[in-house]
Nanobody, 117 residues
Framework: QVHLVESGGGLVQPGGSLRLSCAAS????????MRWYRQVPEKERELVAS????????NYADSVKGRFTISRDNAKDTVYLQMNSLKPDDTAVYYC??????????WGQGTQVTVVS
């Protein structure tokens, strides 16, 4: 059973920083993509960033480029999202996702990020 545990959300002022973590367990593959999505009420879930294993290729939404950095710790099967220069528009529930193969992707429970003065 694949399991994703997210942590690191919270309340921060504009311009501040947070680091989200997502620890994955319950699978044996060394080939996967881990992604961070975010969602606000009444809007579709938005892809924020992704990173591959192996290779470590990264991709970012235009809205977060230059401010957010996705990284991974292979030994821990953990992915991080360093979020700097946060804006009120970054307020959302952030979800971790792991894609193992077609028909096999899993989600975390979500962590709330609130950016407010």
């Amino acid at each position: 059973q694949v399991h994703l545990v997210e942590s690191g959300g919270g309340l921060v002022q504009p311009g501040g920083s947070l680091r989200l973590s997502c620890a994955a367990s319950g699978f044996a593959s060394s080939y996967y993509v881990m992604r961070w999505y975010r969602q606000v009420p009444e809007k579709e879930r938005e892809l924020v960033a992704s990173i591959t294993r192996p290779g470590g290729s990264t991709n970012y939404a235009d809205s977060v480029k230059g401010r957010f950095t996705i990284s991974r710790d292979n030994a821990k099967d953990t992915v991080y999202l360093q979020m700097n220069s946060l804006k009120p528009d970054d307020t959302a529930v952030y979800y971790c996702n792991i894609f193992l193969r077609i028909g096999s992707d899993y989600w975390g429970q979500g962590t709330q990020v609130t950016v407010v003065s």
